[in-house]
C-alpha cells in the first residue's frame, strides 16, 4: 500500500501593517518622541525667570548670570532651558565655590517656567588674621570674606595661626568645636572677669579698665593662647576641662595677683595640674 504526503502549502507572510504590535510601537514612539519634545523644547516649560531670595551681600545680578549659564544646554545640537532638565546638585555645588558668602542653597521648580532659588550666607563670628590679611570666619570655620584693615570690625575677636600657605575664601581655618570652645572662653573672661575685647565699653572692674584681650592664637589641635592687652599670655588646653582651666585662671586673677603685678607676668599656664601656673618675665 502506498503512503501518500499531503501536499506541502506556503503559508502566506501576514503584512507588517496588519501586525497590532507594530502599531503599538509606533504609538509609543510618537507619545515617547512627543513627551520628549515637550518636556526638553516646548517654549511653555523653558525657564522665563529666576527668583532669588536670602542674598544680602552676594549679588542678585551674579547669581542670575551664573543660573542661566547652567541652565542653558543643549540636545542634538539645539538650545533648551527646560525646567526639568535643570542640575540641581551641579547647580548648588558651583554656587558654593564661585559665592564663598554663601553657606546653603535651595532650588526648587516653580511650574511652569520659573526657578526659584534661597541663599543662606555666611554669620561672621571672628576675624583671621595673617600677615597684612584679615577675613571673615563663620561658626564652622570657614573664611569667607576679606576685609580691609583699616576698617576692620574691631568687635570681633582676632584670631591667627600658623598657616604657611595663602588662605583662600572658603577655607576651613578652624575646627567648627575647636571655634566653639574658644568663643566660650572668650564669652566667660568677659562676663566673669569682664575683661573686655579691645573696643569694649569701659567699666568700673579693675580688671575691665586696664585688661583687654588682643588676639587670640591658635597654636596646635590641643593648645590656643590668649594674648592680653597687658602684654601676657593665657595659655588653654582644647581637650581639657575649660571650666576647670578658667575657674583657676579667675582665682589666681582676683586673689593672688594684684593688677600691679599684672605688667611682670610673661604667661599664665592653666592647662595643667589643680592650680594655674603665672610665669613672669625676668
Not at 506541502?8 to 503599538?24: D, E, G, H, P, T
Not at 562676663?191 to 585688661?211: F, P, R, W, Y
Request: proline residues 2%.
Amino acid at each position: 500500500m502506498r503512503n501518500y504526503r499531503k501536499p506541502y502549502k506556503a503559508r502566506r507572510k501576514r503584512s507588517i501593517f496588519k501586525n497590532r504590535f507594530f502599531w503599538l510601537a509606533i504609538l509609543i514612539l510618537i507619545v515617547f518622541s512627543g513627551g520628549f519634545y515637550l518636556i526638553c523644547f516646548h517654549s511653555f516649560f523653558q525657564i522665563k525667570n529666576i527668583e532669588i531670595s536670602g542674598n544680602e551681600k552676594v549679588s542678585s545680578e551674579n547669581l542670575e548670570n551664573l543660573l542661566n549659564e547652567k541652565i542653558s544646554q543643549k540636545f542634538f545640537f539645539l538650545p533648551s532651558q527646560s525646567i526639568f532638565l535643570v542640575n540641581f546638585a551641579g547647580i548648588k555645588k558651583e554656587i558654593l565655590k564661585s559665592f564663598p558668602q554663601v553657606s546653603e542653597t535651595g532650588l526648587k521648580r516653580k511650574l511652569p517656567h520659573t526657578l526659584l532659588l534661597q541663599i543662606r550666607e555666611r554669620k561672621a563670628i571672628a576675624v583671621f588674621c595673617q600677615a597684612d590679611k584679615m577675613f571673615f570666619i563663620d561658626e564652622n570655620g570657614i573664611i569667607f570674606e576679606s576685609l580691609d584693615l583699616n576698617t576692620a570690625n574691631q568687635h570681633f575677636i582676632r584670631l591667627k595661626r600658623d598657616v604657611k600657605e595663602e588662605v583662600d575664601l572658603g577655607k576651613k581655618i578652624v575646627e567648627k568645636e575647636q571655634l566653639t570652645k574658644i568663643l566660650e572662653v572668650e564669652s566667660r573672661l568677659r562676663n566673669q572677669l569682664k575683661i573686655l575685647t579691645e573696643e569694649g565699653e569701659s567699666s568700673s572692674s579693675s580688671l575691665a579698665d586696664t585688661l583687654a584681650i588682643e588676639e587670640i592664637l591658635v597654636v596646635s589641635d590641643v593648645r590656643f593662647d590668649i594674648k592680653t592687652s597687658e602684654g601676657f599670655k593665657i595659655y588653654f588646653n582644647f581637650n581639657e576641662d575649660l571650666d576647670w582651666q578658667l575657674t583657676k585662671l579667675i582665682a589666681l586673677l582676683e586673689k593672688e595677683i594684684p593688677p600691679e603685678r599684672r605688667k611682670d607676668l610673661e604667661y599664665i599656664d592653666v592647662r595643667f595640674g589643680k592650680f594655674a601656673l603665672p610665669v613672669y618675665r625676668n
